[in-house]
């Protein structure tokens, strides 16, 4: 039989009157794959905190190595062998790839001696496939999936007994997750614990040994992953089936233009974009991490001076390259990462759910305490969050909590016209995902237009009206209707047949 690595006994752990995180066991062995599960604000996070030394349980006893441990800080849990790939980033753009690497490691000398550590370094880049990537290349020049594998290759260099990986191929393609699937493989096979937290719940069932998932703060099963399907790995986190949305296909054809696209250009990424937005509908971008559709979102937004383009919003030409612009103009947009360009993680949730409409809920540059209430009181409720929490801090919510303030900043505005997201429902588990694509359609439903990407098949079927592939900076073909999965993975990674990029039809006005 394996050995037992790590043991949570009976873990508890509030914040106020919350209770994040009740009666918690499970156990993972050494050379395992254990997958955490569960349903935003399930505890599962908090957990992860407690593990790594971030924080410290109010009941019970973490074990590793059958010795009970003292996770007082990180620096404590890397000592005693825990290593953590978190969901947000972490790493730091100025620098480059080595420093990177050997950024928080204890072991590391205070001298850095760059020929001593670079085999090493080397080894743990290709590890996760980074073999293109040198060392002295500034990290700022990386997408954002590479920086996830520097994440992820420093945390294997740290040769801990437990491998913590926090939503780890969330911003990911699929030929970069494999590579993390690979390595994560290696390191179980080396005999270190994995404990793996994921809303990928196809990826939990292909990778993972077994799975613990966790509701209401509870743990409720802990069960071998070939005794699970989807539907029972749903219904064990939900306590019932999950409810579909009911996808797109419900917008007005015959809704006005309010946003169209020309001739976008962004060099050395995007070439001749176009596309027209209608009120009422609900339009994906469908390509992996380089294809461009990041790209897109963020030049319609005004947030790349280098984009070229005729820009315009119910008819109004918009200038390129200016935010300002694009704001006046009606356009919202909801970065991929919540973390550096989104929320103020140490502010509360009014605070974050307000930020932008100041001037509605202030006098004579002072809050005004009724209108500020009266405006939170329609965003919470239109968010599904639980009022009494609107002064607890952003950064201590879940992911899919956090992120449904960020989309809900931008919801109920009569100033916005046009909602772009990129991968709106990354970090998110099932049930967090519906309550978000709930919010877009209603948005859609409101007659704004709303326009997001995403490199999953589930999600572009689920919701979208119209979805738009692209390959490697051009648009490959427009669908509507029932979309052919095979034929829309087929264009997201190989483009066209024939290597050629399909014309990107229009709707006519």
């Not at 050379?31 to 009941?59: F, R, Y």
């Not at 550590?117 to 590479?146: A, F, K």
């Not at 509360?348 to 509605?360: F, G, V």
Request: charged letters at 25%; glycine letters at 12%; proline letters at 3%.
């Amino acid at each position: 039989m394996s050995t037992e690595m790590v043991r949570i006994d009976r873990l508890a752990k509030s914040f106020g009157r919350t209770r994040a995180v009740r009666d918690a066991s499970f156990s993972i062995t050494a050379g395992e794959i254990h997958a955490l599960c569960g349903h935003n604000g399930a505890g599962k996070s908090t957990v992860v905190k407690m593990l790594s030394g971030q924080e410290a349980p109010d009941e019970g006893a973490i074990l590793i190595g059958g010795a009970v441990v003292d996770l007082r800080s990180r620096q404590a849990a890397q000592r005693t062998g825990v290593a953590l790939v978190d969901q947000e980033l972490s790493v730091v753009p100025a620098l480059t790839v080595a420093d990177n690497l050997m950024l928080g490691d204890l072991r590391a000398h205070w001298i850095n001696r760059r020929r001593a550590s670079g085999r090493r370094l080397r080894t743990l880049l290709d590890r996760v496939g980074l073999t293109h990537v040198g060392l002295d290349q500034p990290l700022g020049d990386l997408s954002i999936g590479e920086r996830q594998l520097i994440e992820i290759a420093r945390a294997l260099g740290q040769d801990a007994r437990l491998v913590i990986l926090d939503e780890p191929t969330a911003t990911l393609s699929d030929v970069e997750s494999a590579y993390v699937y690979a390595a994560v493989r290696a390191v179980a096979a080396a005999g270190c614990a994995v404990l793996f937290v994921s809303h990928r719940l196809g990826e939990v069932l292909d990778l993972c040994d077994r799975v613990t998932v966790m509701r209401d703060g509870a743990v409720v099963a802990t069960t071998p992953v070939a005794d699970l399907t989807l539907d029972a790995l749903i219904v064990q986190m939900l306590g019932e089936a999950p409810h579909r949305s009911a996808g797109g296909r419900t917008g007005d054809d015959d809704g006005a233009t309010v946003l169209a696209v020309r001739g976008l250009t962004v060099p050395g990424r995007v070439s001749d974009f176009g596309l027209e937005l209608r009120a009422g509908r609900v339009y994906a971008l469908a390509g992996q991490l380089g294809s461009g559709a990041s790209d897109v979102l963020r030049a319609i937004a005004g947030l790349v001076p280098a984009a070229t383009a005729r820009l315009t919003v119910d008819g109004t030409a918009v200038r390129p390259g200016h935010p300002a612009a694009a704001i006046r103009a009606g356009i919202a947009f909801v970065s991929g990462d919540r973390k550096s360009e989104g929320l103020f993680l140490g502010q509360p949730i009014s605070w974050n759910l307000l930020a932008t409409r100041l001037p509605r809920v202030t006098r004579f540059g002072v809050i005004d305490p009724r209108r500020w209430s009266a405006a939170l009181g329609v965003l919470v409720e239109l968010c599904g969050l639980d009022r009494k929490r609107s002064g607890q801090a952003v950064g201590s919510l879940s992911g899919g909590n956090q992120q449904k303030v960020f989309v809900g900043r931008c919801l109920g505005r009569d100033d916005v016209r046009v909602l772009l997201l990129d991968d709106p429902t990354r970090g998110v588990d099932v049930g967090g995902r519906a309550a978000i694509h709930a919010l877009l359609r209603d948005a859609a439903g409101r007659g704004l237009a709303v326009l997001f990407s995403s490199t999953e098949l589930e999600e572009l079927r689920d919701l979208a009206d119209v979805v738009v592939t692209m390959h490697k900076g051009e648009t490959v073909r427009r669908h509507e209707g029932d979309l052919a999965e095979t034929a829309l993975l087929r264009e997201m990674t190989h483009g066209a047949a024939g290597g050629t990029t399909a014309t990107l039809t229009e709707e006519r006005p």
